[in-house]
């Protein structure tokens, strides 16, 4: 194993409409690039970050925190400095602080013969995500890590489900250019939601999984829906209704907010209905004073991997 490596960690999709902090996704269009090197010097370090401004200390820095909970554990014999080259843009809802979180743990496990499951890794990115948003939850991080869509069956015990990914299936990604905490959006939700809620939306997680296992677009397409935290968070997201509209009246088989926003996300069979799909999204935002981006994406089976 060579002393440094590069990796790419990729952004994700969380909740996918019916799955609230249990279902993600993994896209292959953007993802953080980051230099992992062992030192002489014990203990962790950030040396460099470059795309957004972050902290360099790594006790406020989620790809730090989370590097500092996998050393200690194992006590390693050297030391790391991170190099953080930041694609994914913080606060854009496409699990911008799982990529960091989890790429740091990747990158110290793999220049270490690789002691850590990918299970374990999750657990140590997830302590970097609670820094950044408050809580616990693994929806993000899985799919970066594991690629593909996962399901986290539970964070304690952690356990988590891969799931298949149906080749045709291809993520339209619209980012408004506003900014949402996720910790500020988690505090928009109730403790408490109604049975006949909790009910459908079950009712749709469980088809959305036997649609990814069958690969039935159509049966995706009606489990794509979201009763318990898309009507509290669109308001958040500027003429999110329209979009949406939009998005499902040029063939997306669904749409939903990505995460906790503002990004949403359209998932669309194959590249054809994708691209219709952003056209009439573009002309949304244009016609209004948002900047925004705008990108498809195949869904990442692979994940987080090494590139040099
Ligand atoms: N499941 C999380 C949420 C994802 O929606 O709050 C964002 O980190």
New binding site residues.
């Given amino acids: 194993m060579p002393n440094e490596i590069r990796i790419t960690s990729p952004a994700t999709v ?2 996918v409409a019916c799955g ?2 249990v279902l993600g996704f993994c896209l292959d269009k953007v993802g953080d690039e980051m230099v992992i090197r062992k030192t002489a010097k014990k203990g962790i370090s950030i040396t460099k970050i470059e795309g957004y401004n972050l902290p360099l200390n790594v006790n406020e820095n989620v790809a730090g925190i989370s590097a500092l909970a996998a050393y200690n554990v194992l006590k390693p014999n050297c030391g790391f400095e991170i190099e953080i080259y930041k694609k994914v843009k913080p606060g854009s ?1 496409i ?1 911008s ?2 990529s960091s979180a989890a790429g740091s743990v990747f990158g110290i496990n793999a220049l270490l013969d690789r002691p850590l499951s990918k299970s374990d890794l999750v657990k140590f990115a997830m302590q970097g ?1 609670y820094y950044a ?1 408050k ?1 616990e ?1 693994a ?2 991080i899985a799919p970066c890590i594991y690629g593909g869509f996962t399901l986290v069956k539970s964070v304690d015990p952690l356990k988590i489900l891969e799931l298949p990914t149906p080749d045709d299936l291809f993520a339209v990604i619209i980012h408004p250019q506003i900014e949402i905490k ?1 910790s500020e ?2 505090a928009l939700l109730p403790l408490n939601v109604p049975l006949y809620s909790a009910i459908k939306q079950s009712a749709n997680l469980g088809s959305l999984v036997h649609a990814l296992h069958t690969s039935n677009y159509q049966l995706i397409s009606e489990s794509l829906n979201d009763l318990l ?1 898309e009507p509290l968070r669109k308001k958040l997201i500027p003429n999110y209704n329209e979009v949406k509209e939009a998005a499902l009246k040029n063939g997306a088989l669904g749409c939903s ?1 990505s ?2 926003g503002p990004s949403v996300f359209a998932l669309c069979k194959g590249n054809d209905s994708a691209s219709s799909v952003k056209k009439a999204v573009s002309q949304i935002y244009s016609r209004t004073a948002i900047n925004f981006d705008i990108f498809i994406s195949k869904i990442n089976t692979e994940g987080i991997k090494i590139v040099e």
Avoid: K, P, Y
Wanted: charged share 20%; net charge negative.
């Fill in positions: 969380a909740n609230f902090d809802g699990g602080s799982s995500e948003s809580s939850h929806d993000n996720t959006a988690r935290i907010i995460g906790s």
